[in-house]
């Protein structure tokens, strides 16, 4: 069994058109999954309803062999990052990753010790008390994603998070997102309509059109395909 399985996925917003057309699809525990394909196709629909935030129509998701279609999103310990910077303007770095942790009521030495270790992990040592429009694009992300992981997830949605990132930082951060997945061993889902970046990142990348996925495999399978 795969850590994710999704199973016969059909998803319509209108109760007619399917956005997601019975589509099927497995992650192993610590990959990190590319899914590219055209504007439209269904990358962000399958990614919320990952998450909870979408109720479908029919078929099953399972992490780690537990069905989760009906739990709240809550319920599925999942970190997730926008493209959109969703930042909280009046809180500094270090109060935008703790926030989470504050809303569960964790022990105030605890959050300051996760926190720490998050901004260390991102490299952003140094830029505690900044806020979020004190900083780059490069580093919102990185604060995004160090808010997405400092409660331990099991897995991660990243929803083309560097596409508003130019071209030559965009690499620096595809590395820190891959050295990160790996480091905490976090199975990753990662939504990008960019070709190169999917060959950079996969493990595997799946190809999705139309609402399912027309084709999978390690990136220099599916980039021989004519
Ligand atoms: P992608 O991420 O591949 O660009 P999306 O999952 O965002 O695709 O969208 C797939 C289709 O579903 C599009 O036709 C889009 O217009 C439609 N869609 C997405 N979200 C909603 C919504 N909340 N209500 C109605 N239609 C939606
Ligand atoms: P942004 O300016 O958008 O925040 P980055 O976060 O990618 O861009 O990086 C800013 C600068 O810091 C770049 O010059 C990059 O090479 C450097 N940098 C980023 N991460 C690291 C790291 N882990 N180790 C060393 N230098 C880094």
């Known amino acids: ?94 109060e935008n990753i703790a926030f989470g942790l504050k809303m569960q009521k964790q022990d105030k030495t605890i959050i300051k010790e996760k926190v720490a270790q998050m901004i260390a992990i991102v490299n952003l040592s140094g830029k505690e008390k900044k806020y979020p429009k004190e900083l780059s694009g490069g580093q919102k992300q990185r604060v995004a994603l160090a808010r997405a992981i400092v409660n331990e997830p099991k897995v991660l949605l990243l929803d083309e998070p560097l596409s508003a990132i130019d071209a030559q930082l965009r690499k620096s951060l595809q590395k820190q997102i891959q050295r990160i997945q790996k480091e905490l061993n976090i199975t990753t889902i990662f939504v990008t309509h960019d070709q190169d970046e999917a060959m950079i990142l996969s493990d595997v990348v799946h190809v999705m059109n139309d609402g399912k996925v027309e084709q999978s495999g390690k990136p220099t399978d599916v980039y021989t395909h004519p």
């Open 1 to 94: 069994m795969s850590y994710i399985e999704f199973k016969n996925i059909q998803k319509s917003y209108d109760g007619e058109t399917m956005i997601l057309k019975d589509l099927s699809l497995s992650v192993e525990e610590g990959h990190l999954v590319t899914l590219l394909g055209p504007s439209g196709c269904g990358k962000s629909t399958l990614l919320r309803s990952l998450a909870g935030f979408e109720r479908l129509d029919s078929g099953t998701i399972t992490i780690n062999g537990k069905d989760v279609t009906n739990l709240p999103p809550g319920k599925r310990e999942i970190g997730m990052v926008f493209q959109q910077y969703s930042l909280f303007p009046n809180m500094t770095v270090e």
